[in-house]
Antibody
């Protein structure tokens, strides 16, 4: 079955950087786009970014403003999110999610368990 | 970005009730809408995609309808395991966006 396992979360000071990882298994990783979605404590879901199956196409949420970079390594079935210039508003659980299919099938049909990022002085 | 407005933000219902949640988009999105269920401490799970298609394994008491800007999630005969928070998401265009969520609580 599909498994997505996030790692790399933790406590980081404002202005610093953090890199999240997501290890995928149970499906042909290089056939699917992958999203990052986040959820601040007690709040709703917020879409962060998506990367295409070949890594060439990327989109970001409006709030990212050039601070985050999504990437993938298909040889390792892994997804990454490099987060720079972090602020307290970036405190959230970060989920990686599998895109349901190609082209317009953009919803998330599988989710990881999430990794918590806390930005605090 | 396309904004999604969900209503109500919360509701109380009893087992066996029929529950309806609405999601309104700030511009037309065709049928590019999904509904997710999230239980406390867990990741969300997709229930409905393409506005009305039931995800494999999801009970048939869940149904979705709508197109354009107005969408509805209906839960027929609410079960104990259905008490959760529900989110709509548009995938018509990037950036993808979610509604604010609807918490379904036990009356």
């Amino acid at each position: 079955q599909v498994q997505l396992v996030e790692s790399g979360g933790g406590v980081v000071q404002p202005g610093r950087s953090l890199r999240l990882s997501c290890a995928a298994s149970g499906f042909i990783f290089n056939n699917y786009g992958i999203h990052w979605v986040r959820q601040a404590p007690g709040k709703g879901l917020e879409w962060v970014a998506v990367i295409s199956s070949d890594g060439k196409i990327k989109y970001y949420g409006d709030f990212v403003k050039g601070r985050f970079t999504i990437s993938r390594d298909n040889s390792k079935a892994s997804l990454y999110l490099q987060m720079d210039s972090l602020t307290t508003e970036d405190t959230a659980i970060y989920y990686c999610t599998k895109k349901a299919g190609t082209n317009t099938r953009r919803w998330s049909d599988s989710w990881g368990q999430g990794t918590l990022v806390t930005v605090s002085a | 970005a396309i904004q999604l407005t969900q209503s109500p933000s919360s509701l109380s219902a009893s087992g066996g009730d029929r529950v309806t949640i609405t999601c309104r988009a700030s511009q037309g999105i065709g049928r590019a809408l999904a509904w997710y269920q999230q239980k406390p401490g867990k990741a969300p799970n997709v229930l409905i995609y393409d506005a009305s298609s039931l995800q494999s394994g999801v009970p048939s008491r869940f149904s979705g309808s709508g197109s354009g800007t107005d969408f509805t999630l209906t839960i027929n005969s609410l079960q104990p395991e259905d008490f959760a928070t529900y989110y709509c998401q548009q995938f018509n265009s990037y950036p993808l966006t979610f509604g604010g969520g609807t918490k379904v609580e036990i009356k």
